[in-house]
């Protein structure tokens, strides 16, 4: 008793992991919070009363373990994506970090290699590291955008085990078109990951990569329920790849690895997609707004495909992120110099932002 406990650096942590910093995003009770890319719309009230009804009913056998293979989960996965994919081809886990996580524990691992164009999702890297790949990054252009030449060649140049394409990009909002893919794809010899979190925020006319599946026993698209169906909280996210890739993830799954409560939840929330994607066109409308009006405040503002917004020309983003907490607004520095990010969140939320912002003067 009252000893001083141990740090971090004298335990017997593995070398590899010594000096990396656990993933986190600043969390504070303030009365808005548009920091982690969140849906911040509630799930509506005739989808959480089904939802619960599922969830009740699953309760009953909770004494028996889940259904190992999820089948009714990977069932709706595939109507829901359509592209003619079927169950066989689906694969879910506890949001899509862990989705990820397999992926690189199946594919990358010690003595291997996971590539990424910076900046991009920071668990990438840190997802790669734990599971024992190093990391490497790539570079985009100014805007952030990638062409396909450049993307082929860093690929070719690489030659990672592993490489992820976020598509619309995390942090920057920028659009992937589906002839970089294939660029990227052609030119690698192992995995493509295309993580599609944010897809159900792209133009409606866009089209995903679930559609070059065919063919391609190397390309892995991945989604999550985070965004789109405001189920940040149950931690459901999923892939659509070769069934050949499904059978290389059940090998390093941990048994059971999704309860018998989240595949009840999420298979209830996915008979009600079109209702969830009504939800996503009022945060579309938001992100819009809030592109524009930082524009008319002197930020220069990035094309975004996504439920979040990144905007540059902040002359001091320690200061400008400091005052907008102050103001009860907490938004995220995701270390970019003179830029800041905010969600798309409800109209109210969207209005309190904007206020904020304004009230501590334009751009640079």
């Known amino acids: 008793m009252g000893e001083v406990s141990a740090s971090l ?21 303030l009365p808005i919070t548009l920091n982690v890319n969140e849906n911040t719309h509630p799930v509506p009230q005739e989808v959480a009363d089904d939802i619960l009804d599922a969830v009740a009913l699953a309760l009953r056998d909770v004494n028996r373990y889940p259904d190992r293979e999820f089948t009714a989960l990977r069932e709706g996965f595939a109507e829901y994506l359509g592209y003619g994919l079927t169950r066989d081809q689906l694969w879910a886990a506890n949001g899509s970090n862990e989705v990820l996580q397999h992926v690189l524990q199946a594919f990358g691992g010690p003595g291997r290699s996971a590539f990424g164009f910076s900046p991009t999702y920071s668990m990438y890297p840190l997802l790669a590291r734990a599971t024992g790949a190093s990391w490497i990054a790539g570079h985009r252009d100014q805007d ?33 078109s589906i002839d970089v893919i294939e660029a990227v794809y052609d030119a690698a010899s192992g995995i493509v990951v295309v993580d599609e979190a944010y897809q159900e925020f792209a133009p409606r006319d866009e089209g995903s990569a679930l559609m070059l599946l065919p063919g391609r026993e190397r390309l892995v698209v991945s989604r999550t329920m985070s965004k789109a169906f405001a189920f940040a909280g149950a931690r459901v ?61 002197g930020y220069d503002a990035y094309e975004s495909w996504t439920n979040f917004v990144l905007f540059g020309g902040v002359e001091d983003s320690a200061r400008t992120w400091q005052a907008l907490y102050d103001a009860g607004v907490l938004i995220r520095d995701v270390g970019i110099p003179h830029h800041l990010r905010v969600t798309a969140g409800t109209e109210a939320e969207t209005t309190a932002f904007l206020d904020a912002l304004a009230s501590i003067g334009s751009g640079s």
């Open 237 to 297: 996210g999923y892939l659509a790849a070769d069934p050949a890739v499904i059978d290389a993830l059940r090998l390093v799954r941990l048994p059971y690895h999704l309860s018998a409560l989240t595949q009840a939840a999420a298979t209830a929330a996915l008979t009600h997609a079109d209702t969830m994607l009504r939800m996503v066109d009022e945060i579309v409308a938001q992100r819009d707004r809030i592109s524009a009006t930082v524009e008319a405040l």
């Open 9 to 29: 650096d004298d335990l017997p942590i593995r070398d590899d992991l010594r000096g990396m910093t656990p993933y986190g995003a600043p969390q504070a009770m």
């Open 144 to 176: 952030f955008s990638v062409d396909a030449d450049s993307a082929a060649a860093q690929v070719e140049a690489a030659d990672p085990d592993v490489v992820f394409l976020c598509a619309p990009n995390n942090p920057t909002g920028t659009p992937m």
